[in-house]
Nanobody
């Protein structure tokens, strides 16, 4: 089970930190990704991290502004978002898959959490 939290309303240029807490099974060999979905658009990949080793990958649209990290002791993955733009407004979902990450297709992930809404005002 994955539980996403931390969304909210922020002005352009501001920051937010999202959390994705994993429970119910051992995710140590998994990778966790963040996807986002704006109204009327498809869900798109933002960032991912492998829990074992910590390797990361980012979509070009968030590279340099978002940082994904993990706290294995808490079974939690974070997405630190800075320099937020109105186009970052979306519902942010976390997802898990066994093995390597950096897969941008939603069908590659086995587990999904509910979304947490991020709204960036101009």
């Amino acid at each position: 089970q994955l539980q996403a939290s931390g969304g909210g309303l922020v002005q352009a240029g501001g920051s937010l930190r999202l959390s994705c807490a994993a429970s119910g099974r051992t995710f140590s060999s998994y990778g966790i990704a963040w996807f986002r979905q704006a109204p009327g658009k498809e869900r798109e990949f933002a960032a991912a991290i492998r829990l074992s080793g910590g390797s990361t990958c980012y979509d070009d649209s968030v590279k340099g502004r978002f940082t994904i990290s993990r706290d294995n002791a808490k079974n939690t993955v974070y997405l630190q978002m800075t320099s937020l733009k109105p186009e970052d407004t979306a519902a942010y979902h976390c997802a898990a898959r066994a093995g390597s990450v950096c897969y941008s297709k939603t069908g590659s992930y086995d587990y999904w959490g509910q979304g947490t809404q991020v709204t960036v005002s101009s």
